[in-house]
Nanobody, 125 residues
Framework: QVQLVESGGGLVQAGGSLRLSCAASGRTFSSYAMGWFRQAPGKEREIVAAITWNGGTRYYADSVKGRFTISRDNAKNTVYLQMNSLKPDDTAVYYC??????????????????WGQGTQVTVSS
């Protein structure tokens, strides 16, 4: 089992940047692929980005390509989401998630075994 704790959310103006972090504890962090999801009020939870255990493969939703970057530091048991050029549509609760199948990615919520509690990101216009 792995426990995930997100941090780094907050309020930012459009065009600004934030860096989210997700610290993992428990079983070996490198045993998991990791994903970032978000959920806006009244909407379903959606994938933002994902990364395999060694960072060799990364996925980005079309809506964030070129603006967001996912990375991980297995020595620090942490996955990051660097968010640049933020837009009001990026406003949501952001969740990190761990997937036991470490070498492949999944864009669906059901593909992930463990979830953090979420961190709020609000982008003002």
């Amino acid at each position: 089992q792995v426990q995930l704790v997100e941090s780094g959310g907050g309020l930012v103006q459009a065009g600004g940047s934030l860096r989210l972090s997700c610290a993992a504890s428990g079983r070996t962090f490198s045993s998991y692929a990791m994903g970032w999801f978000r959920q806006a009020p009244g909407k379903e939870r959606e994938i933002v980005a994902a990364i395999t255990w060694n960072g060799g493969t990364r996925y980005y939703a079309d809506s964030v390509k070129g603006r967001f970057t996912i990375s991980r530091d297995n020595a620090k048991n942490t996955v990051y989401l660097q968010m640049n050029s933020l837009k009001p549509d990026d406003t949501a609760v952001y969740y990190c998630a761990a997937r036991s199948t470490s070498w492949s990615l999944d864009v669906g919520v059901s593909g992930y075994n463990y979830w953090g509690q979420g961190t709020q990101v609000t982008v003002s216009s």
